[in-house]
């Protein structure tokens, strides 16, 4: 067990307050940083997720994982810098399981950011991994897939996820 949480993190799942939080900015990307999407990287992989966002591993910090289309992308900072378009997909995520909600985004984004040797890159994402960018900025702001439900949908999803909580325990 030790060597696990030496080389991954645990996910917070829907009503831990981290996932609310608003991420704060990287000055310098360091060792430190770097290990951080190492770990984040490993515990996407694991969890069969496409994308992972600090806040999903405990962490205020600006960073991202994302392997929408078989490339690794570890982003520091990130900023949507350009969009266009719009579709509507029906997104999971790794802190709200068994969930999943269409959400309205736009169809094409640029990503500006810096990447693990602290090098600024750009990234463009259509379709699938236009979603999963937009979807980990979201987390970075404290926003959820949740938050994109009618009342209706979300009061069920909440039940839901109570549910799966007690029966966890």
């Known amino acids: 067990m030790r060597k696990l949480l030496d080389t ?3 996910i917070r799942t829907y009503g831990d307050p981290v996932l609310r939080d608003m991420c704060v900015e990287i000055g310098r990307v360091d060792a430190a940083i770097r290990t ?3 770990r984040m990287a490993r515990t996407m992989y ?3 997720g496409v994308g992972l966002a600090a806040p999903q591993v405990g962490l205020t910090t600006q960073l991202v994982v994302v392997d929408a289309e ?4 570890q982003l520091v900072n990130p900023r949507v810098i350009e969009r266009s ?4 997909l029906e997104e999971g995520c790794l802190s ?6 269409r959400v309205p985004r736009s169809q094409w984004v640029r990503i500006s950011a810096l990447n693990a040797a602290g090098v600024p890159v750009e990234v463009e994402g259509e379709d699938l991994l236009a979603h999963v960018l937009q ?14 439900a009618s009342t209706l949908e979300r009061s069920y999803v909440e039940r839901q996820l109570a549910q799966t909580a007690m029966e966890a325990r």
Do not use: M, T
């Open 96 to 101: 709200l399981p068994g969930v999943s909600i």
């Open 135 to 148: 979807h980990e900025l979201d987390h970075l702001a404290g926003v959820l897939i949740i938050d994109y």
């Open 70 to 73: 078989g490339e690794l992308l």
């Open 36 to 38: 951080a999407l190492e």
């Open 85 to 88: 378009g719009q579709n509507v």
């Open 8 to 10: 991954e993190y645990c």
């Open 46 to 48: 694991r969890s069969g």
